[in-house]
């Protein structure tokens, strides 16, 4: 019998990305096949949340996964994309599984698979699904890489899926509109089963999918609510209420709303996953997202964040609001090529004093210079400068610096690991 075919996880990846002729491939036949090959179930054992939308996908896993680990649960969680390992896509009781177990997980899916053709996102997902399965955990953490109806974590039926935001992204993939966007995202909700969401303002076919499928769905600011109050909020349903919850520890007042609706997914299923109110509080001050408003601190503060469209932009705009800076705003700025740049230059115009923008590698790249033009056009302000990569961008950032400037490093999870990988170990 032959042996796996590679032994590295780096040479199993390479390959991976090979492999099938397109990179985005959505739809559930061919990984559906694979996974019922592995013995991998729609209904696995264990308890399923998905989470899908435009922003705040990787915030509410992260707040589930630092609540439910604190109630003591074996936790399994699967995201993406990844910072700088592939390893952190896949966790284990908020560990990143290591290569061998990976190398064995896609050994066991090539010899499944036979002559299908898998995309690299199929390989991840089924290469998390089987690794929970043998780790025999409680609760898993699904987040879904594009769309929803259409997505690879779609082949399992979600116990409860929550739905953060609607916007205008991926359009080539999901239509040109909210509406067709959120029929799409809700292609993750169930019959029978919670359907939470957390945008307040739904687009009609997120609703009109919901009621199709018969799903219960839990809308914000109708089935559940929150408020801040100081230092302080309270969260509420119709049959709870939770007063003087601690903030969540992430920036932003965004994350409110994220949390809220975590919450309303976590008590959606309180007959099969109970959680106490220690554990929420426990989870709320220790949850941690790397790179959502990331700050490193310093004489010259640095803030990182994968910020990569215009609604994310926003937000990032409103918190760096709360975050006044005795100094000038520097942003190193590079973006993906299919991505709305222009809406995130006019989100941000009026927050930065010096833009540094820089060209990423690959097919999808866009170049520092295009992106210098979109700015000039949507009226930023300030210096401005393209350079050849996010490195010397960084690099021209900081020599320039002043005691109590600040640099901020967004437009993409590819900038954001290109900038930390700048900064080794030292970060500097």
Same mark, same amino acid.
């Given at each position: ?44 054992? !264990? ?38 390992? &592939? ?33 690299? !996102? ?66 993750? &909700? ?27 769905? &839990? ?47 976590? !008590? ?144 993409? !999870? ?15």
């Amino acid at each position: 019998m032959a042996g796996p075919r590679f032994s590295t996880l780096e040479d199993w990846l390479a390959w991976q990305e090979r492999l099938h002729p397109r990179a985005i491939d959505l739809g559930l036949e061919r990984v559906r096949q694979v996974a019922q090959r592995l013995g991998l179930s729609a209904r696995p054992a !264990f308890t399923v949340i998905t989470v899908g939308g435009t922003n705040g996908k990787g915030s509410c896993i992260a707040l589930l996964e630092a609540i439910l680990q604190a109630a003591g649960y074996k936790l399994g969680v699967y995201t993406s994309p990844h910072l700088l390992r &592939y390893n952190e896509r896949i966790r284990l009781d908020g560990v990143a599984v290591d290569e061998a177990v990976l190398c064995e997980a896609f050994a066991r899916i090539d010899a499944a698979r036979e002559d299908i053709s898998l995309t690299y !996102f199929e390989f991840g997902t089924l290469a998390a699904l089987s690794i929970f399965q043998q780790a025999g955990i409680q609760v898993a953490l699904l987040e879904v890489g594009l769309g929803g109806r259409l997505d690879a974590v779609n082949i399992i039926d979600a116990d409860a899926a929550l739905i953060t935001t609607i916007a205008i992204d991926h359009v080539e993939w999901l239509g040109q509109n909210r509406n067709s966007i959120g029929r799409e995202k809700a292609g993750i &909700y169930r019959r029978g089963r919670p359907a939470i969401c957390a945008d307040p303002a739904p687009p009609a076919g997120l609703l009109e999918h919901a009621d199709a499928v018969d799903a219960l769905l &839990y809308r914000v600011n109708r089935d559940y609510g929150f408020q801040r109050q100081g230092q302080q909020w309270s969260w509420w349903c119709e049959t709870i209420r939770l007063d003087a919850l601690p903030l969540p520890a992430l920036a932003g007042e965004h994350q409110l709303g994220n949390a809220a609706g975590a919450l309303m997914t976590l !008590f959606s299923l309180a007959g099969r996953v109970p959680v106490a109110v220690k554990a929420i509080h426990a989870g709320l001050r220790q949850v941690y997202v790397p790179a959502r408003f990331q700050v490193v601190a310093g004489p010259v503060e640095w803030i990182l964040d994968v910020a990569h469209n215009p609604q994310a932009a926003v937000a990032l705009a409103a918190t760096l609001a709360t975050r006044p800076c005795t100094g000038r705003t520097r942003a190193v700025w590079a973006m993906l090529s299919d991505k709305d740049a222009a809406g995130v230059a006019s989100a941000l115009a009026d927050r930065v004093d010096c833009w540094y923008t820089a060209t990423l590698d690959g097919p999808r790249g866009r170049p520092g210079e295009q992106l210098l033009a979109i700015l000039r056009e949507t009226g930023g302000k300030g210096t401005m400068q393209h350079y050849p990569n996010v490195a010397t961008a960084c690099r021209q950032a900081w020599q320039e610096a002043d005691r109590g400037d600040r640099i901020l490093v967004f437009g993409s !999870f590819h900038t954001v690991a290109q900038a930390l990988l700048w900064f080794g170990p030292d970060q500097k």
